[in-house]
């Protein structure tokens, strides 16, 4: 697999495998278990990594954000990319350019 350097809102993003995910109250929490790490994804984080169980173009997942949250389409644009490329960076996700 080719690594993406920069993420954008054309690439597909998609869970990997390898994740045990639970709910906590109103957040996801994620065990790595590759890298044995914990994660606290929040509310938000918790929407977008269930929006990204199947392949999911970029912009989509910011269009459905801003359909359930009151946030301009930059600041979601912003937040989603830097959430997901955080999440890339861990070996969370998988980043194509294509579904």
């Known amino acids: 697999m080719t690594r993406v350097k920069q993420l954008s809102m054309n690439h597909f993003v998609t ?11 109103n957040e996801k929490v994620m065990l790595n278990i590759e890298n ?3 994660y606290n994804l929040g509310t ?5 990594w269930e929006l990204i169980a ?12 801003m359909t359930k949250y009151d946030v ?3 600041q979601c644009e912003e937040e ?15 980043v194509t350019t294509q579904k």
Do not use: C, W
Request: hydrophobic fraction near 40%; charged fraction near 25%; charge should be negative.
């Open 44 to 48: 938000t984080g918790g929407e977008m």
């Open 80 to 94: 989603v990319l830097s959430f997901l490329a955080h999440m890339y960076e861990e070996k969370l996700v998988q």
């Open 15 to 25: 869970q990997r495998e390898g994740n045990i995910v639970s709910d906590m109250g």
């Open 54 to 65: 199947a392949p999911i173009v970029v912009s989509e997942v910011v269009t459905k954000i």
């Open 72 to 74: 301009n389409k930059e």
């Open 36 to 38: 044995g790490k914990y």
